[in-house]
């Protein structure tokens, strides 16, 4: 985790194999069950054979809008852009619709 990420074929890195496989199997019971509350059911269609530990993050549309605010209002800063020039930024009413 503390490492520089890197970039490879999840063919010839294994690791990155099997995370895609569990984090398949984990949406996958999202979709199914609608949430991933704790204690959450094994997702796998095999028996664990530890403790299935997970974090979740579900924020909803207003909790998205106000971050995407806050980046706008520090990018602002950080770069010096007028408030009319930054106006293709404002995320105040976002327009998509979030699926769940």
């Known amino acids: 985790m ?12 294994l ?19 609608g949430n991933l ?4 059911s094994n997702p796998f269609p095999w028996k664990l054979k530890g403790t299935f530990y997970g974090l979740t993050a579900t ?3 207003s909790e998205i ?6 980046i ?7 770069y010096g852009i007028s408030e009319d020039d930054a106006e293709g930024y ?6 998509t619709k979030l699926l769940r």
């Open 2 to 13: 503390n490492k520089r990420p890197r970039f490879e074929k999840d063919e010839d890195f």
């Open 15 to 33: 690791p990155l194999q099997a995370a895609d496989l569990a984090s398949w199997f984990v949406r996958k019971y999202w979709h199914e069950k």
């Open 37 to 40: 509350r704790h204690p959450m």
């Open 59 to 61: 924020p909803d549309k």
């Open 65 to 70: 809008s106000r971050k995407l605010q806050k």
């Open 72 to 78: 706008r209002e520090q990018f602002i800063e950080r």
């Open 90 to 95: 404002d995320f105040s009413h976002l327009s």
